[in-house]
């Protein structure tokens, strides 16, 4: 597999220039088409006959109008980026709809999803608190997510691979192969929790490293036993920091009931306090 369709969301978010200028990066890397999705917020249910009249459609026009101009306006500050970084291949998307739904019906077009961790700190009228948790449950495709602070100057050099041999992980590893390539250091990581490790084989990590190794990636295995004091997502991060990763690919575990998205502990946790970019499918 290739990338060769990067979408990335373009919000308002005090961060966002910085996953911008990682999927054009990527972009740029794999020869792909580049498309910067906005969001106004506002779902297509809105502006459907009769739902919420005439008289109200007159008085909120003007909001709508100014959704749709702070949107635009988020473009043409990522299509300067991308020009000064000269994206061979690139367009721009207003949508109409909510962040989370937007975002995910767009991933079903493209091969990777770069989108920014939430900032506690920062409100936005258009994007949910669980958008990562959202997309990554509903679009179909794998996600790339830049943490809030820190700056990443290369991504995917030092790579470090959260395996547990399940169906998401597995996907994760399969859709970040053409990352995994081009690693100077691929460790799969494998948490000894005490319960059985029979979907791993008699040696954990060997058969997905030799996998691996098959593809081209330079690959090691290292197998962590758990404390008691602390659970797999904060050791997953921990040992990032250890390993000197600058990306972590791991599956992202979840249901949704309704609108409400319920996360695994160790995605969680991850989403919650990441420090470098995760690359997450589920």
Same mark, same amino acid.
């Given at each position: 597999?290739?990338?060769?369709?990067?979408?990335?969301?373009?919000?308002?978010?005090?961060?966002?220039?910085?996953?911008?200028r990682i999927a054009a990066t990527l972009a740029q890397k794999y020869d792909a088409h580049l498309i910067g999705a906005a969001?106004?917020?506002?779902?297509?249910?809105?502006?459907?006959?009769?739902?919420?009249?005439?008289?109200?459609?007159?008085?909120?026009?003007?909001?709508?109008?100014?959704?749709?101009?702070?949107?635009?306006?988020?473009?043409?500050?990522?299509?300067?980026?991308?020009?000064?970084?000269?994206?061979?291949?690139?367009?721009?998307?207003? %949508? !109409?709809?909510?962040?989370?739904?937007?975002?995910?019906?767009?991933?079903?077009?493209? *091969? =990777?999803? +770069?989108? $920014?961790?939430?900032?506690?700190?920062?409100?936005?009228?258009?994007?949910?608190?669980?958008?990562?948790?959202?997309?990554?449950?509903?679009?179909?495709?794998?996600?790339?997510?830049?943490?809030?602070?820190?700056?990443?100057?290369?991504?995917?050099?030092?790579?470090?691979?959260?395996?547990?041999?399940?169906?998401?992980?597995?996907?994760?590893?399969?859709?970040?192969?053409?990352?995994?390539?081009?690693?100077?250091?691929?460790?799969?990581?494998?948490?000894?929790?005490?319960?059985?490790?029979?979907?791993?084989?008699?040696?954990?990590?060997?058969?997905?490293?030799?996998?691996?190794?098959?593809?081209?990636?330079?690959?090691?295995?290292?197998?962590?036993?758990?404390?008691?004091? %602390? !659970?797999?997502?904060?050791?997953?991060?921990?040992?990032?920091?250890?390993?000197?990763? *600058? =990306?972590? +690919?791991? $599956?992202?575990?979840?249901?949704?009931?309704?609108?409400?998205?319920?996360?695994?502990?160790?995605?969680?946790?991850?989403?919650?306090?990441?420090?470098?970019?995760?690359?997450?499918?589920?």
């Open positions: 597999m290739e990338y060769k369709t990067i979408l990335v969301h373009v919000d308002e978010a005090r961060r966002a220039h910085e996953q911008i969001v106004t917020g506002v779902t297509p249910q809105f502006f459907m006959p009769g739902a919420i009249g005439e008289s109200n459609l007159a008085l909120l026009g003007p909001a709508l109008s100014e959704l749709r101009e702070h949107a635009a306006s988020l473009l043409t500050e990522f299509e300067a980026t991308v020009w000064k970084m000269d994206v061979k291949s690139f367009e721009k998307r207003l %949508i !109409d709809d909510d962040a989370g739904a937007g975002l995910s019906l767009q991933a079903r077009y493209s *091969d =990777l999803v +770069v989108i $920014g961790q939430i900032n506690p700190a920062d409100f936005s009228i258009v994007m949910r608190a669980d958008f990562p948790e959202y997309v990554l449950m509903n679009a179909g495709r794998p996600l790339l997510i830049i943490p809030y602070a820190g700056k990443f100057t290369h991504v995917g050099k030092r790579v470090l691979v959260a395996w547990d041999a399940s169906m998401e992980a597995t996907r994760a590893v399969t859709a970040s192969i053409p990352l995994l390539q081009q690693a100077d250091l691929v460790q799969v990581l494998v948490f000894d929790t005490g319960e059985p490790l029979s979907a791993h084989g008699q040696q954990p990590g060997a058969d997905i490293a030799l996998y691996l190794a098959r593809h081209g990636v330079k690959v090691e295995v290292s197998k962590q036993k758990m404390a008691g004091d %602390i !659970d797999v997502g904060n050791a997953l991060l921990s040992r990032a920091t250890d390993f000197g990763a *600058d =990306l972590i +690919v791991m $599956g992202g575990y979840g249901h949704t009931r309704f609108r409400e998205v319920i996360l695994g502990g160790v995605t969680r946790t991850v989403l919650a306090s990441m420090t470098v970019p995760v690359f997450m499918s589920h």
